[in-house]
């Protein structure tokens, strides 16, 4: 049994960092990021495992575990951890305004009437972008089920949570396999206790951790109260959109009927622009939450425009961010102990096999649509794990070669 001391040795590499530094990692993020959450995690795991080294496979399959349980969009908790544990809050900061802020400027641009993704030539980029997602996300797979999935039970629990996904819709089709994966992981992974991954630094202590729960708890209830006592718009928006950031779980899609039970009903936003951002927040990097950018900027009555989008944008993120915080302080501790790393080795198997499920269904079905574009997609696969190109590299190259395609179908 490793003591506290071991525990807390973390190699001095990993220790250091600056805000800068999370800045521009997430930033080229940010930019580069199609796909969904689910290739969001494809990505994280290039840059900061394959690529960096701020993390190992086993501590960022804990992670997202985690994160896959907590309410909140999953990949943004990832990525918000990882500046968090890289550079103290200031990185934490950075981390989520780096990866956010591209795809909320394009999507406030789009409701200013840009129309960023129109045209042959951008339908082209964008379906580039979706092939680029499968090679991204079909590379995560292959080097995470090699670390996670080595012997032959791990490999029956990714498996079952494979087809747990597949015949299962919705949140319970996500989070099911987990909880499911980490039972099965008593019983079949038992052999497992020495194998964890490395305890990594979170600056935030216990007392930390039960302030943010205290506070998701009184937001959730004190904000809507709030809101009826005193009705005022602003409180409102601010209350709607944190309530909808609140009860998300199973990923960012799930927060359509929240939303849109919240802005279109009410009459702040017509069905027409609610739907087209939404299909619109389908062509932009980076997270899927920033569509409540786009809402704030057109909710009517006010606020909107600028204000508008800030509030909804900070409102719909800060309830997935407080719970995260209030989790991080206990999981060094949970994730060591013996007789916790059996059903954390089953988690995570079942992790590479939700992973697994996601690379066929949303991301295969909807962007392998024809020979050329499985050529396109296996050319990235094999430029990302061959030939070695830089991630950005690749995004580029499919890109162009979507884009390419397009004009070349065109009668």
């Given at each position: ?15 250091q960092g600056t805000p800068g530094e999370v800045l521009a990692a997430f930033l080229k993020l940010g930019l580069t990021s199609f796909g969904g959450p ?374």
């Amino acid at each position: 049994m490793p003591t506290n001391d071991t525990l807390n040795v973390v190699p001095q590499y990993r220790r250091q960092g600056t805000p800068g530094e999370v800045l521009a990692a997430f930033l080229k993020l940010g930019l580069t990021s199609f796909g969904g959450p689910i290739a969001h995690m494809g990505y994280f795991r290039e840059e900061f495992v394959a690529r960096r080294g701020w993390i190992d496979d086993r501590g960022y399959a804990d992670l997202v575990a985690l994160c896959q349980f907590l309410p909140g969009p999953a990949s943004s908790q990832v990525g918000f951890a990882l500046g968090l544990q890289r550079a103290g809050p200031v990185g934490a900061l950075a981390a989520w305004v780096a990866f956010t802020l591209p795809s909320a400027l394009l999507l406030l641009l789009f409701a200013l009437g840009a129309g960023v993704f129109s045209g042959p030539l951008g339908i082209g980029v964008l379906h580039g972008l979706k092939l680029v997602a499968v090679a991204i996300v079909a590379r995560a797979v292959w080097g995470m089920a090699r670390t996670l999935c080595p012997d032959r039970s791990r490999q029956t629990v990714a498996l079952a949570a494979v087809l747990m996904v597949v015949l299962i819709w919705g949140a319970t089709g996500q989070l099911g396999p987990i909880l499911l994966g980490g039972l099965a992981g008593l019983w079949l992974c038992r052999d497992t206790a020495g194998e964890t991954g490395e305890a990594l630094p979170f600056p935030v202590s216990r007392q930390a951790g039960i302030v943010a729960l205290a506070l998701f708890f009184i937001l959730i209830f004190g904000l809507h109260l709030a809101a009826v006592l005193f009705p005022a718009q602003g409180m409102a928006v601010i209350d709607a959109f944190y309530r909808a950031g609140a009860l998300v779980f199973g990923g960012g899609h799930v927060v359509l009927p929240l939303l849109e039970a919240e802005v279109v009903r009410t009459g702040w936003v017509t069905p027409d622009a609610f739907f087209a951002g939404y299909g619109a927040a389908q062509a932009v990097p980076g997270p899927l939450f920033t569509f409540a950018a786009y809402l704030g900027m057109l909710l009517e009555p006010g606020p909107n425009g600028i204000v508008g989008a800030t509030l909804a944008l900070f409102a719909i993120f800060l309830p997935g961010f407080l719970l995260l915080v209030g989790a991080l302080p206990v999981w060094n501790t949970l994730r060591a102990r013996s007789g916790v790393r059996a059903p954390m080795a089953g988690a995570n198997a079942a992790v590479v096999g939700v992973l697994g499920a996601a690379l066929y269904d949303p991301l295969w079905i909807s962007a392998i649509a024809s020979p050329r574009d499985f050529a396109l997609a296996l050319t990235c696969f094999v430029a990302l794990m061959s030939w070695k190109f830089p991630p950005w590299l690749v995004v580029l190259i499919a890109a162009v070669g979507g884009a390419v395609l397009e004009v070349s179908s065109m009668p």
